[in-house]
């Protein structure tokens, strides 16, 4: 027994647990995101990026603002720009690397293909530290369009899902 108990002790000093730090309150929070797609023949490509930046109320309470750019490439046509620009809100489950999340988030969208108006919309996600500040993210967000808050509900069901995969940063 005395054996063993030396061996554990000396196998969990040799390779000690990695503990990756994830972020505190006040910590501060930036991503970029990215997704595209196209045709087999390639005439027709969408490219789409997206950035944030989000301050940690507490350990599981994000809130900020996403920026969102959409490019569209059709052949034998102009090149066309959309974006929005939103307020969210994320809440954080769990404390370890691995942590998902639940959120909100409601602004406007603008552009050359779209009529400007306002969205809102629910969004869920994931994010795994890879490194002490660094992570990995993923997400889904659910968007709806409307031109004033009467006409929210009824637009509720014609809404669309937005996925993107990126990258963040902790400071």
């Known amino acids: 027994m005395k054996r063993l108990l030396s061996i554990s002790t000396l196998a969990a000093a040799i ?17 970029l995101s990215g997704a595209g797609s196209s045709d087999k023949d390639f005439d027709s490509t969408v490219m789409a990026v997206q950035g944030s930046w989000g301050q940690y109320l507490s350990e599981q309470s994000l809130w900020g603002i996403r920026q969102s750019i959409n490019i569209r490439d059709d052949e034998g046509d102009d090149t066309k720009f959309d974006g929005s620009t ?12 691995t942590r998902p999340f639940i959120g909100v988030s409601l ?19 994931i994010k795994h530290w890879v490194a002490d500040k660094t992570f990995i993210t993923a997400m889904a967000e659910y968007q709806f ?12 069901d014609d809404g669309l899902f937005l996925y993107s995969l990126g990258i963040g940063y902790n400071f």
């Open 107 to 125: 602004g406007g969208v603008y552009g050359e293909q779209v009529e400007e108006s306002f969205m809102a919309g629910p969004e869920i996600g």
């Open 145 to 156: 369009l409307f031109e004033s808050g009467s006409e929210a509900d009824d637009r509720f």
């Open 86 to 97: 939103r307020v969210f809100y994320d809440y954080h489950f769990g404390t370890g690397n």
């Open 15 to 31: 390779f000690p647990v990695v503990a990756l730090a994830t972020p505190v309150t006040g910590d501060q929070e930036i991503t």
